[in-house]
């Protein structure tokens, strides 16, 4: 069973640019979730895809933006790019559905942007 | 709004004591809780939720309704159970993907 993969793994962008984050869900997995983790906060929601549709989506404005694919991998687009943005990217994913869920994370992508 | 609050950043105790780690949430809705925990370079992953009610690595987490938390406990701590916790909100009608997590508390078990 293959776990959740993310890419890249550290990335250095300057302000005003615009950035792609790849995740791989793990098999058997079709909901993919996106975070963003700050320097000493938790995750924060940032949104869900499920059949390839955005299903929910957290306090963030719309210079970020996602995409799924029929393979159930995920891109988290940011365009713009503000200095509060550096931060730990996590991708997560769940077998969707109601209830018991568990989220399944990825080891992160790290924005820093100078 | 859903909101996971955990009073204690850090949390240091030595091996053989007893540990709690505090989590209070504020939901309207039918919440599911959950315990994740991250090892040192090793990515976040569940160590227990309360709809299971099981007890994992010794830990146990009870959650109480009228009181609006969920802390997490074991007993007699070990070296291995340094960590970074977090407690996590979702409801229990939609998917986990939509948590809301605490910022975290992390414990130090010293020798």
């Known amino acids: 069973e293959t776990g959740v993969t993310q890419s890249p793994t550290h990335l250095i962008k300057t302000r005003g640019q615009q950035v792609t984050l790849r995740c791989s869900s793990q098999?058997?997995?079709?909901?993919v979730s996106w975070y963003q983790q700050a320097l000493g906060q938790g995750p924060q929601f940032i949104f869900q895809?499920?059949?390839?549709?955005?299903?929910g989506r957290g306090n963030f404005p719309p210079r970020f933006s996602g995409l799924q694919f029929p393979n159930y991998s995920s891109e988290l687009n940011v365009n713009a790019l503000e200095l509060d943005d550096s931060a730990l990217y996590l991708c997560?994913?769940?077998?969707?559905?109601?209830?018991?869920?568990?989220?399944?994370f990825g080891e992160g992508s790290r924005l820093t942007v100078l | 709004a859903q909101r996971v609050t955990q009073p204690e950043k850090l949390l240091s105790v030595f091996k053989g004591a007893p540990v709690e780690l505090k989590c209070n949430y504020s939901?309207?809705?039918?919440?599911?809780l959950f315990w994740y925990v991250q090892y040192s370079r090793q990515r976040l992953q569940l160590l227990l939720r309360?709809?299971s009610r099981e007890s994992i690595k010794g830990f146990t987490a009870d959650l109480n309704k009228g009181e609006t938390s969920f802390h997490l406990k074991k007993p007699f701590a070990q070296e291995e159970d340094s960590a970074m916790y977090y407690c996590?909100?979702?409801?229990?009608?939609?998917?986990?993907?939509?948590?809301?997590f605490g910022d975290g508390t992390t414990l130090t078990v010293k020798p």
């Open positions: 895809y499920y059949r390839e549709e955005e299903n």
């Open positions: 098999s058997g997995h079709n909901t």
């Open positions: 996590a909100l979702s409801s229990y009608n939609t998917n986990a993907g939509k948590s809301t």
């Open positions: 939901y309207s809705g039918s919440p599911e």
């Open positions: 309360h709809i």
């Open positions: 997560a994913s769940t077998p969707g559905g109601k209830g018991t869920g568990e989220l399944f």
